[in-house]
Every structure is written in C-alpha cells, then in structure tokens.
C-alpha cells in the first residue's frame, strides 16, 4: 500500500478529501512527516485548482451589444423631459467620499449625473475636502460630515461615528442612489463609518454603486454586500484581480473571462459587476454582457468616476421605469443601468478624444456627457 493512502480517500467530485485524524499522525518532527504535510498541502491545492477549472466549463452565454442594442436599452429608460414633473424627480443622487487628498473624484463621479440629466447630486465628504470640493462647482451640495482618524482622539471615536451615521441617515430616504468610495481613501475609522452607512442602506433598499477606496472596503468585509442585487461593483484590473483572488481564491483568467466573472456573482450572491476593460463585461451571475464600443486610447485619470456617476442615474432611471411598468419589466435594472453607463462613458471619451487628442483631460470627457446621450437618445 502507498505510504500515502491511508491520509486521504477520493471523493464522489474526483477530489481528495482529508481525514483529520490521519492528519494529526502525519504532524510529527521528523523530516518524513513534514515532507508528507507537504505533499498533502500541494494535493489539496491541485484538486482546488481543478474544482474551479471545471466549474469554468459551465455554459455561459455573452451578449455582445451593438450600438442599436445599446440607443434601445438607454432610450427605454431615460425619462422624458416633461414641464409637469417637479425638481427631484428626475434623480437624487449621493456621492461617499472625498478625504484631504483626493478631492476630484467624488466631484467627477457627483458632476457627471448632474451633466448626465440627475436634479440633485450631493457629495458627504471629510471637513478638510469640503470647501475644495465646494470652489469646483456651486451646482453640488457639499456635506462636510465625514471624519478622519487624525483627527480625533480614541475617546471620542464613538461618539464620532454615531454623528456621523446620524448625519448621514437623516438625507438617505432622499436619495435615489449612493455612490460609495470616489477619493475616500483608507483611514480605518473613515472606513468603519462608511460600513455602517452601506448596512443602513441595504436596510432602507437604496441602491448602491461602489467604486475605487469603496472596492477595496469592501473586498475586505464581502458581507457587506452579498447578496444585495441592488448593488454595482465597478472595478478596474486590480481592483477586479483582489476580489477575484478573495472570492474564488484563483487568478484572473483571460480565456475564461466571462465565466469567471459570472461566478464571481454569482459567488457575491447575485450583485452587478462591472468589469471595466478594453471591453466591459457586466453580469449579474445570469447573464454576461459586453459593451466593446469604441472608448479613447487616452487613460487618463477619472474616467471611472465618470462611470461611477453615470451608471448611478441609469440605474435609479431603470429602477424607474420598473415600478411604473411593473410585470412588463422584467430586466435587472442595475444591469441595465451598468450597460448604459459603460456606453455613455465610451462615447463621451471618443468625442473629446476627437478634440483635444493626447491633452484629453476628465473635465473634457464630462463636457462630453450631453452630446453623448443625445446621440444615444434624442430629446423628443
């Protein structure tokens, strides 16, 4: 018999499961044992490797959209511009975040849902980032409510967050959607607070897009958003490679993209993800979509900010039009909200791409924005 055999039986799946009793024979001190601990170790991470190979092998259908398929979804849930509606029904949307250091992003991803059509775009940000955010534009209502821990002294972190929350809560059933983590950075006690501001939102159904500072949150607490289908993750190749490596415990695959990424939702528990690349591949665990429309060659910084705004507004749009049509609607609105985005955003960076070439800044892609949707759908 193999020295071997006794330590492991082959399972029903085609993988190798460990009997812990035998295990605990093999932790001896001499050099044989280790050796075999060692060789267990590799076995176990080898049928690992195969189980998540194999589960690849699921069938899972990509829907590449045309331009055609694209102006349907936008115009079927833009809303018109009607003289009868009032101020606020056309989108009220919440940025979380802006610190001492990052304070274009909340401001790009809050300016680009006004562009876009929103009425109301707020940003809650850090006391050190208000007043700047303030001076960029006097169209965003600025909250300067958010702490830092260099800020404060221990005693008085608790009774900080709780402020914090409090001001928070008491706008959020205003708020058609929240975009957490443009410039948020990583201060542990800012984080801990924008924790507890996405539990009270799950609470309330407020739709969430989370993005940036927001993504690495949340990598690191996956509770936070799984299972909630009223969520976007927007991440980039990094921020993709971390979840990837945190829920499935593999490394990205490019030839099985699309459905590795369908199991990352599906693993998350249904949320919206989109993968932000040279194509956006969006799924929501069903299904996988990709927008692969012509973007900018130029990467400059932002631009997923813009999206961040962007998919927010289509989103809340869809989730609409889904309580005003009801049954007949039977399409995820973040996935459709997430299509929407990723288009807009490619159209709007290919136009300034036209204008300002290798110069081509965020501040122009948003320019961008209004002849963008007009393309994709004409004002009636």
Not at 155 to 169: H, I, Q
């Amino acid at each position: 018999m193999h020295p071997l055999y006794p330590i492991f039986k082959h399972g029903m799946n085609g993988c190798f499961t460990f009997l812990n009793s035998h295990i605990d024979r093999i932790l001896a001190t001499d050099a044989v044992s280790r050796r075999q601990h060692f060789l267990l170790r590799c076995l176990r991470e080898n049928c690992s490797n195969i189980s998540m190979e194999s589960s690849y092998k699921t069938k899972c259908t990509i829907h590449s959209l045309s331009q055609s398929d694209i102006s349907r979804i936008v115009r079927s849930i833009v809303p018109p511009l009607d003289p009868g509606r009032h101020k606020g029904q056309a989108g009220k949307i919440a940025v979380i975040g802006g610190c001492r250091e990052y304070t274009g992003a909340p401001y790009f991803a809050a300016i680009s849902a006004l562009k876009i059509g929103a009425d109301l775009s707020h940003v809650f940000c850090t006391t050190d980032a208000a007043t700047v955010i303030k001076s960029y534009s006097p169209e965003l209502i600025v909250h300067p409510v958010l702490e830092e821990s260099y800020n404060l002294r221990s005693e008085n972190k608790l009774p900080t967050s709780k402020r914090v929350l409090a001001d928070v809560v008491k706008w959020m059933e205003r708020f058609d959607c929240l975009i957490i983590g443009p410039g948020l950075g990583r201060d542990p006690f800012l984080l801990e607070c924008v924790s507890e501001i996405i539990q009270h939102a799950r609470k309330e159904n407020i739709p969430l897009v989370i993005d940036g500072d927001g993504l690495f949150l949340v990598t690191n607490n996956l509770e936070l958003v799984k299972g909630y289908h009223l969520t976007v993750l927007t991440p980039n190749v990094n921020e993709y490679k971390r979840l990837i490596q945190k829920v499935l415990e593999c490394d990205v695959s490019d030839e099985d993209a699309p459905q590795q990424l369908q199991m990352l939702s599906k693993r998350l528990g249904g949320v919206t993800i989109l993968q932000k690349g040279k194509n956006d591949l969006i799924s929501d665990g069903e299904t996988v979509e990709m927008v692969s429309i012509f973007g900018s060659p130029r990467r400059c910084g932002g631009q997923g900010d813009i999206l961040s705004g962007s998919v927010a507004l289509f989103s809340s749009w869809a989730r609409s039009m889904k309580a005003t049509r009801g049954a007949g609607f039977t399409e995820n609105p973040m996935i459709l909200g997430s299509i929407a985005g990723s288009a807009l955003l490619r159209r709007a960076a290919s136009l300034a791409f036209e204008n300002k070439k290798r110069s081509t800044l965020t501040t122009d892609i948003i320019e961008c924005l209004g002849r963008s949707l007009e393309d994709l759908c004409p004002t009636m």
